[in-house]
T-cell receptor
Framework: TQLLEQSPQFLSIQEGENLTVYCNSS?????LQWYRQEPGEGPVLLVT?????EVKKLKRLTFQFGDARKDSSLHITAAQTGDTGLYLC???????????FGTGTQLKVEL | EAGVAQSPRYKIIEKRQSVAFWCNPI?????LYWYQQILGQGPKLLIQ????????DSQLPKDRFSAERLKGVDSTLKIQPAKLEDSAVYLC???????????FGPGTRLTVT
């Protein structure tokens, strides 16, 4: 079973601060996704990265896929209280169509 | 477009009792997934259906868990008998085909006492 480790596990910051969440594995992924999940809801897809070294931006969120396609990061600029939630990375390994989720990062943004 | 529907939203049972969860995927989605999510962790795939056939059930505890998707549309997941460690949120997701974007339902929160 491929393991996707996320760090940090918990993060509590003030509104306006920047933060980075990391997703690491020893396995190579054909693509990697980031989700946000709010209490009482299912995960919602934010982005999919496919190419090693790829960077994608979604408003204040910047996603990067590692050159070797084994790791990824999510950077949030000027966090807002609405960014609060559980952030999950998830990856597909080459040749398979099973999505493996990371361990999760619980983010709390306070005023 | 209606999303993935799940019921019930919450369920509390005693250990050794049985429970069933229902999922209605997005119309036209051939692939349906059941995940188990322990509080604060990432979801773990239990079973994946392609239409009414099972694609992957390698992580389904088959001695107590069962799932079916008889007509290739909605699906049920059953636990019999339940254990304390089964307390979790059970998420259903669907996608047009495997490898396409998965859309998740709100989940059923199960508490086993």
């Amino acid at each position: 079973t491929q393991l996707l480790e996320q760090s940090p596990q918990f993060l509590s910051i003030q509104e306006g601060e920047n933060l980075t969440v990391y997703c690491n594995s020893s396995s190579v992924f054909s693509s990697l996704q980031w989700y946000r999940q709010e209490p009482g809801e299912g995960p919602v897809l934010l982005v999919t990265v496919v190419t090693g070294g790829e960077v994608k931006k979604l408003k204040r969120l910047t996603f990067q896929f590692g050159d070797a396609r084994k790791d990824s990061s999510l950077h949030i600029t000027a966090a807002q209280t609405g960014d609060t939630g559980l952030y999950l990375c998830a990856g597909y390994t080459g040749g398979g169509n099973k999505l493996t989720f990371g361990t999760g990062t619980q983010l709390k943004v306070e005023l | 477009e209606a999303g993935v529907a799940q019921s019930p939203r919450y369920k509390i049972i005693e250990k050794r009792q049985s429970v069933a969860f229902w999922c209605n995927p997005i119309s036209g989605h051939a692939t349906l997934y059941w995940y188990q999510q322990i509080l604060g962790q990432g979801p773990k795939l239990l079973i994946q259906f392609q239409n009414n056939g099972v694609v992957d059930d390698s992580q389904l505890p088959k001695d107590r868990f069962s799932a079916e998707r008889l007509k290739g549309v909605d699906s049920t997941l059953k636990i019999q008998p339940a254990k304390l460690e089964d307390s979790a949120v059970y998420l259903c997701a669907s996608s047009l085909e495997p490898d396409y974007e998965q859309y998740f339902g709100p989940g059923t929160r199960l508490t086993v006492t």
